[in-house]
């Protein structure tokens, strides 16, 4: 071939693959336009920054479904909630993905709650009801009023609990806004609020107790349940110290009166969910909704809980400062329930136990350094969440002083160490917040048992994690841990009672789907059995 030849066909070539490029070009500008995420974010290297927020962009990251399989709605502004469509960069694609009919019932609620949400005209109408303590029919929109009560790992799982029975009974979900929701949570409806106006006549709604004539275990109990004289609200006393009266809310025959009930004001510390499988009227639609049955709090809770701009300040810099770069994160979260500060010796050498022999973490070698060869080196960042800071220092130590056997280069790292649990302190619950969604993105994950931070961080995260066994006499168990039976949280306190048959029964036995808990023997939990 003669040079002129080729040297022509090399400029055409050079031509064709311009032509190539500025093709692919428009065609990331034209599926960044689909979505709300700025289009420079799809352009950049592997570490890009917007505004003060870094966040790791892998070429792959432009094909990240930013709306979690339809899970999400579109029409937000992005701004206003920086991580409801940023969270995706974070985090590896979940395999569960949402059921054509969840996306549905989520759509239509939606609906529902612009419709119905506050100081809309159906809305005020209801106001007129509660202020004559009587249901007259008329309302098209009935309600469930949540109280913001206990804990924030407590919160978010009965918020979630409460959402759930609000699809299945066509409510519209209302918020306490307590001390700090609205600096925890985006709103998750768009064009309308789930936070309850600070006029609402009920005020105050924290007054409810299980002493209160409106709780529904007092009206069974006093027999003052008449069809004929509806109330307008009813009480639902569903905490971890409710009695057989109050439990009555998951038998059937119940609900048949409560769907009549224009407002339940609901109080609970309970991850709830499990006993509304239980219900036969609703089995048919939650099977609908949750055809693998464990995945209903991983989507409910990654439907609800965006992290407000600036509790997603504190994820994206801590994530991006200490654990974008590692090849693999493992997470481990200490609750010890425990009189003393700590550390103690017995829970270190447990979490230390579970992590080896799992081999969620590597062995050391005290014989002599270990030289890996080059290119083989792999990182593992380990994120800590306790109260105490003598845990994280105790394993980072560890690695410092010595090799590990497989040359494997371990960091330790952990955001905070508050000394002991504020349940009231805003800044408090705002880190808390983040270390939970910072745990939900990791890798591999060991929580304590009956710890519902843990409990939060697998189910967002997707995660069947290492639970650590409830140490006894402060002596270390053997073994160690246990791998959990599904991303499921746990059901604490649930009723124990056939409703036909009106005795006491074991919940725990009636369908393949709902178990005992691996932490708490007493405890039900959703499991991805189906008797279908």
């Known amino acids: 071939m003669k040079r002129g030849s080729s040297s022509g066909m090399l400029v055409r070539a050079t031509v064709v693959l311009a032509g190539l490029s500025v093709l692919l070009s428009l065609l990331l500008i034209l599926s960044a336009s689909r979505r709300s995420l700025p289009l420079d974010q799809f352009q950049r290297g592997r570490f890009e920054a917007i505004g003060s927020e870094q966040v790791s962009s892998a070429s792959s990251d432009a094909a990240k479904d930013t709306l979690l399989g339809g899970l999400l709605p579109v029409g937000f502004d992005d701004k206003s909630c920086l991580s409801r469509y940023r969270s995706a960069l974070y985090r590896k694609t979940s395999p569960h993905l949402p059921s054509p009919n969840l996306v549905k019932r989520l759509r239509k609620y939606e609906a529902l709650h612009k419709r119905c949400g506050p100081n809309t005209e159906l809305y005020n109408r209801t106001m007129q009801q509660i202020k004559s303590g009587h249901a007259d029919g008329t309302t098209e929109c009935s309600y469930i009023l949540w109280i913001s009560y206990s804990g924030l790992g407590n919160r978010i799982l009965t918020l979630a609990s409460a959402f759930l029975y609000a699809l299945l009974t066509d409510r519209v979900l209302l918020v306490d806004r307590g001390s700090d929701m609205g600096d925890l949570f985006c709103e998750p409806f768009l064009e309308t ?7 609402f006549p009920l005020n105050p709604i924290n007054a409810f107790s299980e002493k209160s004539p409106e709780s529904y275990g007092n009206m069974v109990k006093n027999a003052l349940i008449r069809d004929k004289l509806l109330p307008s609200h009813v009480y639902l006393h569903l905490a971890h110290d409710y009695g057989d009266s109050d439990k009555l809310f998951f038998c059937e025959d119940d609900q048949l009166f409560l769907e009549k009930v224009p407002w339940l004001v609901l109080r609970s510390d309970n991850y709830f969910v499990p006993s509304l499988f239980l219900i036969p009227k609703y089995e048919e639609e939650l099977h609908q909704l949750f055809p693998q049955r464990d995945t209903a709090f991983h989507h409910l809770g990654r ?6 701009n600036s509790v997603w300040g504190l994820i994206a810099r801590y994530h991006q400062a200490y654990l974008a770069r590692a090849d693999k994160i493992l997470g481990i979260q200490i609750r010890v329930f425990d009189t003393g500060t700590g550390p103690f010796e017995h829970v270190l050498d447990q979490i230390l136990s579970c992590s080896l022999r799992e081999n969620l973490l590597p062995e050391i070698s005290k014989n002599g350094a270990y030289v890996p060869r080059a290119g083989t080196t792999r990182s593992k960042a380990v994120l800590v969440t306790s109260l105490s800071s003598g845990y994280s220092e105790e394993i980072r130590n560890m690695y410092w002083e010595h090799p590990t056997a497989n040359g494997e280069t371990i960091s330790v790292y952990q955001p905070s160490h508050e000394g002991y649990q504020q349940t009231e302190k805003q800044t408090h619950n705002m880190k808390a917040w983040a270390e939970m969604y910072l ?8 929580t304590s048992s009956w710890s519902t931070f843990g409990y939060v961080a697998q189910g967002l995260g997707g995660l069947r994690s290492w639970i650590l066994v409830k140490p006894e006499n402060r002596t270390a168990p053997d073994p160690p841990c246990g791998r959990a039976l599904s991303m499921e949280p746990c059901f604490h306190a649930p009723p ?12 725990g036995a009636l369908v393949p789907h709902v178990v005992h808990c691996e932490d708490m023997s007493w405890g039900l939990k959703l499991v991805d059995k189906d008797e279908w």
């Not at 609020?193 to 006029?199: G, K, Q």
């Open 439 to 446: 745990l939900s993105l990791s890798d591999a994950l060991v």
């Open 193 to 199: 609020s789930w936070l309850l106006p600070s006029d």
């Open 496 to 507: 124990f009672y056939d409703c036909k048959a009106k005795k006491g029964t074991d919940t």
């Open 303 to 308: 439907y609800l809980f965006q992290p407000t």
